[in-house]
């Protein structure tokens, strides 16, 4: 019994008792992301796979579709070990080129569109793509043509794949490619033309092969590509095809989360279309609306944040007692919830039928998205959930390859097939998040602080690393926006904290301080504004800033990030 209890989480993997005796004994295929979906889809072409303004995609001419993109690809010279960037949200043509680049055995790097054109020229540049795919809008199509050193650019429009009506007119007006005097520049028709005839042969599954790439912060701030490998893919479809759930053809998986994010390409691309779903696609999710996505496609799985399930309780649409009996999985993700807004929303889905609680869960890009989550109604108040089949995790002492045991705080670390292969060419980045630990075993080091219970249930107590967690669960790395602030000649110095966000009752808002040198507040100001918005994601930047004269500092002189965070939140407090 002594030799029992020294034994640590990792190994003990109390978790377990969740899942089946069939579960435990199911392997990870050895296959890539395309010849797995081929190999589930296959004998249900009629079924559907892609629910897109209301225009339905069997799986049979999904496949037919990725056939038809890879042969244009190869006719533009893509070959295996290429890697092609998009800047798009999740479309059905950003599906199928995902799926018919794996079969390439090339790779899609999925860029945010909203980033600036000089900021995804600069991950073209890195990935050495030779191939660029761009949504119409709101991308920068033409600045990136002009400074863009690439053979190709590809470009379409999300009104593409609508069926007729105003609303399919209306987004091909507003989407409309402008008119470029540049020869490397075709629409999606003219592309697909290029494959025809050909049948370009399969790349066969290896280890260690590229999929996808997207981008994230990581747990050290600036955004770095993270690149997933088809057992990361696989592994993730596996851990949910596993894990309790009852899965049927006839069930809607509503995705909102664009391509673009790990939990986007992998979670809610690959993994519903791994089980054969109808994945209804939202490219642009409008938080306001949650209400009537709900009640329009009746889902039975979604993965979306704690701050959606908010919106959506109090939506119009759920007003009169509207049910949710339909719910099977009400996943969330992305931030850690307090104890009352848990119970508001567990009761809430109670009281309108649905059968589970939430799915609270937790994962991060650098395990190709969820790595943990409740299943079934195996819940307990304030955890994100257990371990799912293929991952292992462990809690450690920071800073070193020491596990912990039940109960004891320290960081997070998870390791298994679906651990990243790395950050995209920065390898000293890389090895500060995958750690080779005495035993061999590499650990992803996530940056989180967290315990486990006995029974394997995580329960998340913070962060080692600076990082801003905002509403929707978007998180935001200060050290990054300080850059960019910093390089202004006037700052002397500068301070990015999160504070209380007062328009949600979840997550962090973005605040700036700043001591300048010389020159005024009221000169200063707008150029620092102009050159956040120029410099910084939308998202990342900052909604308040504070000018002072003296940065408050710890005993040790280091900037004291707590004491700013706690003077702006009490004077917004005195000021309500």
């Given at each position: 019994m002594q030799a029992e209890n020294a034994r640590k989480p990792s190994e003990l993997k109390p978790w377990m008792q969740f899942f089946t005796e069939e579960a435990r004994r199911a392997e990870l295929p050895k296959e890539s992301i395309y010849q797995h979906l081929v190999k589930v889809n296959a004998e249900h072409r009629d079924t559907i796979a892609i629910h897109y303004f209301d225009n339905h995609i069997t799986y049979g001419e999904l496949l037919d579709r990725i056939e038809q993109v890879a042969a244009s690809f190869a006719a533009l010279g893509v070959k295996k070990g290429d890697i092609v960037t998009f800047c798009a949200v999740t479309t059905p043509e950003l599906v199928s080129a995902i799926?018919?680049?794996?079969?390439?055995?090339?790779?899609?790097?999925?860029?945010?569109?909203?980033?600036?054109?000089?900021?995804?020229?600069?991950?073209?540049?890195?990935?050495?793509?030779?191939?660029?795919?761009?949504?119409?809008?709101?991308?920068?199509?033409?600045?990136?043509?002009?400074?863009?050193?690439?053979?190709?650019i590809v470009v379409f429009s999300a009104a593409d794949d609508m069926t007729a009506g105003p609303m399919k007119w209306y987004a091909a007006w507003k989407m409309h490619c402008p008119k470029l005097n540049d020869d490397r520049v075709m629409n999606w028709k003219t592309f697909l033309r290029k494959g025809e005839g050909q049948s370009p042969e399969t790349v066969?599954?290896?280890?260690?092969?590229?999929?996808?790439?997207?981008?994230?912060?990581?747990?050290?701030?600036?955004?770095?590509?993270?690149?997933?490998?088809n057992d990361?893919?696989?592994?993730?479809?596996?851990?949910?095809?596993?894990?309790?759930?009852?899965?049927?053809?006839?069930?809607?998986?509503?995705?909102?989360?664009?391509a673009f994010a790990s939990y986007g390409m992998v979670a809610s691309m690959h993994m519903p279309l791994s089980l054969g779903l109808e994945m209804v696609i939202i490219p642009r999710f409008d938080s306001d609306q949650v209400g009537k996505y709900i009640r329009k496609y009746r889902p039975q799985h979604t993965l979306m944040v704690p701050a959606h399930y908010e919106k959506l309780m109090n939506s119009k649409e759920m007003k009169g007692g509207y049910m949710l009996d339909f719910f099977i999985t009400a996943g969330s993700g992305g931030d850690t919830m307090n104890a009352g807004l848990e119970r508001k929303l567990n009761g809430f889905l109670k009281e309108r039928g649905a059968k589970f609680p939430l799915s609270q869960g937790y994962g991060m890009s650098e395990v190709s998205s969820a790595a943990c989550c409740s299943c079934n109604g195996n819940f307990r108040s304030l955890s994100v959930g257990y371990p799912l089949l293929m991952n292992r995790m462990g809690i450690f002492k920071p800073d070193s390859t020491?596990?912990?045991?039940?109960?004891?705080?320290?960081?997070?670390?998870?390791t298994g097939p679906a651990n990243m292969l790395g950050y995209l060419n920065n390898p000293a980045e890389t090895e500060k998040v995958m750690v080779k630990h005495p035993d061999g075993t590499v650990w992803i080091h996530s940056g989180d602080l967290g315990s486990m219970d006995e029974d394997g249930f995580l329960y998340i107590k913070g962060r080692i690393k600076r990082m801003i967690i905002k509403f929707d669960g978007h998180k935001v790395f200060p050290a990054y926006i300080e850059g960019v602030i910093g390089s202004h000649p006037d700052v002397m110095s500068c301070a990015v904290v999160g504070v209380k966000d007062r328009a949600h009752a979840q997550g962090q808002a973005v605040h700036a301080v700043v001591q300048l040198k010389s020159r005024s507040e009221a000169e200063v100001?707008?150029?620092?504004?102009?050159?956040?918005?120029?410099?910084?994601?939308?998202?990342?930047?900052?909604?308040?800033?504070?000018?002072?004269?003296?940065?408050?500092?710890?005993?040790?002189?280091?900037?004291?990030?707590?004491?700013?965070?706690?003077?702006?939140?009490?004077?917004?407090?005195?000021?309500?």
């Open positions: 799926y018919a680049l794996n079969k390439l055995g090339a790779a899609a790097m999925v860029i945010d569109p909203r980033y600036t054109a000089p900021v995804i020229n600069s991950f073209i540049e890195n990935a050495k793509s030779r191939v660029l795919v761009t949504f119409t809008t709101p991308a920068p199509i033409r600045e990136l043509t002009e400074i863009a050193k690439v053979d190709h066969d599954y290896s280890e260690f092969q590229l999929a996808g790439i997207a981008l994230t912060g990581g747990t050290t701030g600036a955004p770095k590509g993270v690149m997933f490998s990361g893919f696989n592994a993730v479809a596996m851990d949910f095809r596993w894990c309790g759930v009852e899965y049927d053809r006839t069930h809607r998986f509503m995705n909102i989360i664009p020491e596990e912990l045991g039940f109960g004891e705080e320290g960081e997070i670390c998870i100001r707008p150029e620092l504004e102009k050159l956040m918005v120029d410099e910084i994601e939308a998202r990342g930047v900052p909604s308040s800033i504070d000018f002072v004269t003296e940065m408050p500092h710890t005993g040790m002189g280091k900037i004291d990030y707590l004491k700013l965070a706690k003077d702006y939140d009490a004077r917004m407090d005195a000021a309500d």
